[in-house]
């Protein structure tokens, strides 16, 4: 005969299964989501330390950057695995997100169980979390990572520090190594979001109910906290000098005191609305002007559960501890020190929902006690498939950013936020004026934001509106001179004018802003190379390669600049280690035939291997460039096949005046004439005849 236990435990890991499917069954479609354009790019999808896996060098990045205006190196570690394990398959990194919500949802059942005996209620807690609608955003966005990975380490602190503070005459080293665990979990989940700084409060509460550590005196467990609460001001402190610097901490010139203040009961009460009806849901709601009568209710409401909570709190202590729970957790991101332009997040609710779930589940169970097990168990299964189909559809916006924004839009009044990401879309899309349309309503609804201003910039500067596009990036970099993809944008604006020196200013200014970004070395190296400043582009160049090695275009670049430098061995090994990153490289291989076969110095040149390089040069680009045909018959002419090198001459000559290049003709001229001579092409000076 089965015993209860044996029943009990079967239950449990039913309930545990349950769980997991029902997350499958929901979130299984994102395996076919792809990025989305906000902030994936800066997470994952466009991110160089991300894109080139776990490596050591990457790994010391993550704990010393503050990229993205924060400090979670942890969660830098786990998109750098993803891309290890996965590649930039985004399925994958979707999947990583399921699983860890999957594993937070089970864990939360069987810590609520061993902590309150209560196996039903705690599963119902268990499935609001798992498949609430307003925790879609922590676990379909990508980039909301944190929010799923930091939650884990939540969890598991908390068990840790219940297995520590459970009833025992003395503390033992068994219950001081789950104390130290503990702490060292909380520490780990800190580093993967620094949200999770109330942990000490939620651990006081968790003594009052439901480990009813109510005899021991309140100094001494917060004595207990202290070396918790020290890793939480440790955080805090560090937190707000890093999204300080990252310029993402509004000042109260942007966002005055009132509003903001306002805004924090509003956000209160709309956080609890929209979890008991969640209607409305979106990844951005814009900051508003609350009228008083709306500041004046939420106040009203907070203050009146506030006070049941606390005139119940001991014939209901779930109820002061859901509440204060909520309350707490959730005041990191409720406003005080405003980060970004929103009024509120989903993806805030990821923890602090947790409190009102407990709050309505237990309170569910008080009122159906009278009623019997079997109202209770249907109301509870009405709920979760109510809450199965509503995540559902809310996951679904998330298979792209055009179909998540636009949802914004609809949902939403004066979303500028929306309407910059779809303008963001449209122009990867190629739909110059349907994404200037989107970002143009974008600015009228809030002038003074950069990154809009930047967006109309970069599109009016690639469509050869170059005083639009100056007009428009000179006010994004007035509005924030931290953005340096404004100043990259507008320094190229400046090149189109002609003004070199000021474009070079902007460049170095983005260099200075992001001094870890290759990109931004690549790109200022490139523009003095095109400027004929070799020899200034060399410490850009060098640095651009030696912050993303793996990436054959500095490497390239770096050749140019060293060969043009008289400085031909260096420009080969350059030349080489792009073609070995990027075996496709045309250029690089027309480049390197050429000094093989033109140098002036005889102990540089290979005639056979320029042939072999220059002609599979011409065949990547199926013959249809002159200059690299040119290349090909000067290598065949130090290899001393001057009837070949004749008849490529003449196709390099028919193919340039056929695309009416008079000056490569000309060029490509005189050397058919040094090869009907029998003479092969020498370079007099550093590349001053190559194409």
């Known amino acids: 005969?089965?015993?209860?236990?044996?029943?009990?435990?079967?239950?449990?890991?039913?309930?545990?299964?349950?769980?997991?499917?029902?997350?499958?069954?929901?979130?299984?479609?994102?395996?076919?989501?792809?990025?989305?354009?906000?902030?994936?790019?800066?997470?994952?999808?466009?991110?160089?330390?991300?894109?080139?896996?776990?490596?050591?060098?990457?790994?010391?990045?993550?704990?010393?950057?503050?990229?993205?205006?924060?400090?979670?190196?942890?969660?830098?570690?786990?998109?750098?695995?993803?891309?290890?394990?996965?590649?930039?398959?985004?399925?994958?990194?979707?999947?990583?997100?399921?699983?860890?919500?999957?594993?937070?949802?089970?864990?939360?059942?069987?810590?609520?169980?061993?902590?309150?005996?209560?196996?039903?209620?705690?599963?119902?807690?268990?499935?609001?979390?798992?498949?609430?609608?307003?925790?879609?955003?922590?676990?379909?966005?990508?980039?909301?990572?944190?929010?799923?990975?930091?939650?884990?380490?939540?969890?598991?602190?908390?068990?840790?520090?219940?297995?520590y503070a459970r009833p025992a005459t003395k503390r033992g080293l068994r219950e001081k190594g789950f104390y130290a665990l503990s702490m060292v979990l909380f520490a780990l989940g800190l580093t993967a979001k620094p949200m999770l700084v109330t942990l000490p409060f939620i651990l006081l509460l968790l003594d009052y109910w439901p480990l009813q550590r109510r005899q021991t005196p309140l100094a001494a467990l917060l004595v207990e906290k202290t070396p918790f609460f020290l890793l939480s001001i440790a955080s805090c402190v560090v937190t707000f000098l890093v999204q300080r610097h990252g310029g993402t901490v509004l000042s109260l010139a942007v966002m005055p005191a009132g509003p903001r203040l306002a805004n924090v009961p509003v956000a209160y009460f709309r956080y609890v609305a929209k979890t008991l009806w969640p209607a409305n849901l979106t990844v951005s709601y814009p900051m508003r002007l609350w009228p008083v009568w709306c500041v004046g209710g939420s106040i009203l409401f907070l203050l009146a559960l506030s006070g049941l909570a606390f005139w119940q709190r001991r014939a209901q202590p779930w109820l002061a501890v859901g509440w204060l729970w909520f309350l707490a957790s959730l005041a990191p991101v409720i406003g005080f020190v405003q980060v970004g332009m929103q009024s509120m997040a989903d993806r805030y609710t990821y923890i602090p929902g947790i409190g009102l779930f407990i709050i309505i589940v237990w309170a569910a169970r008080m009122g159906c006690n009278r009623l019997g097990r079997g109202v209770s168990g249907t109301l509870g299964v009405c709920a979760v498939v109510v809450c199965l189909f509503l995540t559902?559809?809310?996951?679904?916006?998330?298979?792209?950013?055009?179909?998540?924004?636009?949802?914004?839009?609809?949902?939403?009044?004066?979303?500028?936020?929306?309407?910059?990401?779809?303008?963001?879309?449209?122009?990867?899309?190629?739909?110059?004026?349907?994404?200037?349309?989107?970002?143009?309503?974008?600015?009228?609804?809030?002038?003074?934001?950069?990154?809009?201003?930047?967006?109309?910039?970069?599109?009016?500067?690639?469509?050869?509106?170059?005083?639009?596009?100056?007009?428009?990036?000179?006010?994004?970099?007035?509005?924030?001179?931290?953005?340096?993809?404004?100043?990259?944008?507008?320094?190229?604006?400046?090149?189109?004018?002609?003004?070199?020196?000021?474009?070079?200013?902007?460049?170095?200014?983005?260099?200075?802003?992001?001094?870890?970004?290759f990109k931004a070395e690549d790109n200022m190296g490139a523009v003095l190379l095109q400027n004929g400043l070799a020899e200034d582009s060399i410490p850009f160049l060098q640095k651009a390669v030696a912050l993303n090695s793996t990436n054959d275009t500095p490497h390239y670049l770096l050749g140019n600049a060293f060969y043009r430098t008289h400085r031909a061995a260096d420009a080969i090994r350059q030349y080489e280690e792009s073609i070995r990153l990027n075996p496709g490289q045309i250029q690089a291989r027309n480049d390197l035939a050429w000094i093989l076969a033109c140098a002036p110095d005889p102990a540089i040149r290979n005639g056979a291997r320029a042939v072999k390089l220059a002609a599979r040069a011409s065949q990547l680009d199926h013959g249809l460039n002159p200059a690299i045909l040119g290349t090909l018959a000067a290598s065949q002419a130090e290899a001393g096949d001057f009837s070949a090198a004749i008849a490529t001459e003449q196709r390099a000559c028919q193919t340039a005046a056929a695309q009416t290049n008079a000056i490569l003709s000309n060029i490509l001229k005189q050397r058919l004439q040094s090869y009907q001579a029998g003479s092969p092409w020498r370079d007099a000076a550093p590349n001053p005849g190559k194409p």
């Open 392 to 517: 559902a559809r809310q996951a679904a916006y998330w298979q792209d950013s055009r179909a998540l924004f636009t949802h914004a839009v609809e949902k939403t009044k004066n979303n500028f936020v929306a309407y910059d990401m779809l303008g963001d879309c449209e122009e990867i899309a190629g739909h110059t004026n349907v994404a200037l349309a989107y970002l143009q309503t974008a600015a009228r609804i809030q002038p003074d934001f950069a990154t809009i201003r930047n967006r109309l910039g970069h599109i009016y500067l690639g469509v050869g509106e170059i005083d639009q596009a100056l007009a428009q990036l000179q006010i994004a970099v007035s509005l924030d001179p931290k953005l340096a993809d404004a100043h990259y944008n507008l320094g190229h604006a400046l090149l189109a004018k002609g003004r070199l020196g000021e474009a070079l200013d902007q460049f170095q200014i983005q260099v200075n802003l992001v001094p870890d970004d």
């Open 1 to 163: 005969m089965q015993t209860d236990e044996w029943k009990s435990n079967r239950r449990s890991w039913l309930i545990c299964l349950g769980l997991a499917l029902a997350v499958l069954v929901v979130y299984g479609p994102l395996l076919h989501a792809g990025f989305i354009t906000y902030d994936d790019p800066d997470y994952v999808s466009l991110n160089p330390h991300v894109q080139g896996g776990l490596t050591w060098a990457d790994f010391t990045w993550a704990l010393t950057t503050d990229h993205a205006s924060n400090w979670h190196p942890l969660t830098w570690l786990s998109h750098m695995l993803d891309v290890s394990i996965y590649g930039m398959n985004p399925g994958g990194h979707h999947m990583t997100n399921v699983a860890l919500h999957m594993a937070n949802s089970i864990l939360l059942f069987l810590l609520l169980q061993s902590l309150t005996k209560s196996k039903w209620p705690s599963a119902m807690v268990a499935a609001l979390f798992a498949l609430h609608p307003l925790h879609v955003e922590s676990v379909a966005w990508i980039a909301e990572r944190k929010d799923v990975l930091s939650a884990l380490f939540w969890i598991l602190a908390i068990w840790a520090y219940a297995a």
